[in-house]
């Protein structure tokens, strides 16, 4: 069985309301591909965040240039969206599946958080299971007291748009 179902919104919904954003993140990191069968480390890219690297204004194509960067170095990414990704970048709600094929990934790489729940503690805690990367501009601050090692600037890779190419600031 597949980690996500066409009705994932809903199916994500009731899990995180009888188990909490812990074991929904937990869960996720268990059955996410990323690392295996791969050599490099495993990466959560925020999606929301990078999807405004250029210029401040949504645009996909600097998440998918970014995960097809990764992909070429061996990593095999995961990206995590807010629920409100489609309509930042098309006016209406998409799901997994559309983003996945958008982005041209395998839809085991994409996650959009629950209606009402913020990615970045599904984020967190995925990367705490995983002992994964996160590639975010966002520093989690509101996050550090529930997740120190996962907010340390080690565990946190910036990036951005320059000259129309995506670029990673790796952490000292």
């Not at 990593?75 to 995590?80: E, F, L, M, W």
């Amino acid at each position: 069985m597949s980690l996500f179902t066409p009705d994932v919104g809903a199916f994500y919904t009731g899990f995180l309301m009888c188990f909490g954003a812990s074991c929904i993140s937990g869960w996720l990191a268990s059955k996410l591909p990323i690392g295996k069968r791969h050599t490099g480390k495993p990466i959560l890219i925020d999606g929301s965040n990078v999807l405004h690297w250029r210029d401040g204004t949504p645009d996909i194509a600097v998440v998918k240039n970014l995960i097809h960067s990764l992909q070429e170095t061996s990593h095999r990414p995961a990206v995590v969206f807010d629920a409100n990704v489609g309509y930042n970048i098309s006016d209406r709600f998409m799901d997994e599946r559309s983003l996945a094929r958008l982005l041209g990934v395998s839809v085991k790489q994409v996650l959009i958080a629950p209606k009402g729940t913020p990615a970045d503690p599904l984020i967190l805690n995925a990367a705490r299971e995983m002992q994964a990367t996160i590639i975010s501009n966002d520093r989690f601050r509101d996050w550090m007291g529930t997740f120190p090692s996962e907010t340390q600037a080690h565990r946190l890779i910036q990036g951005g748009v320059q000259r129309g190419s995506v670029y990673l600031k790796m952490p000292q």
